[in-house]
């Protein structure tokens, strides 16, 4: 069974940065293709980040240029740093395979707010 924990979330001022973080148990994580997922308020869930098992790294529109994903795959662990971050940002977060989702994890809140 898949297990996948998010942390590293939290309050920040706009302008701030955060670093996601996402262990994955299971035959899930060197073989798959990964992603950060958010799902903001009164909205649905979307796609914001995804990175092969060959590093290759595609974005949300949005956060292009702010947002980097990455991935250590001796750690079963992917990561997500954040920079210059809005509060349009403001969701909760989470990691799965990509582009085909498993189980889902607890998430992890980001707000940005001053």
């Known amino acids: 069974q898949v297990q996948l924990v998010e942390s590293g979330g939290g309050l920040v001022q706009p302008g701030g940065s955060l670093r996601l973080s996402c262990a994955a148990s299971?035959?899930?994580?060197?073989?798959?293709?990964m992603g950060w997922y958010r799902r903001a308020p009164g909205k649905q869930r979307e796609l914001v980040a995804s990175?092969?098992?060959?590093?290759?790294?595609t974005y949300k529109e949005s956060v292009e240029g702010r947002f980097t994903i990455s991935r250590d795959n001796a750690k079963s662990t992917v990561y997500l740093q954040m920079n210059s971050l809005k509060p349009e940002d403001t969701a909760v977060y989470y990691c799965?395979?990509?582009?085909?989702?498993?189980?889902w994890g607890q998430g992890i809140q980001v707000t940005v707010s001053s």
């Open positions: 799965n395979a990509y582009p085909h989702p498993r189980q």
């Open positions: 299971g035959s899930i994580f060197s073989a798959y293709a």
């Open positions: 990175i092969t098992s060959g590093l290759k790294t």
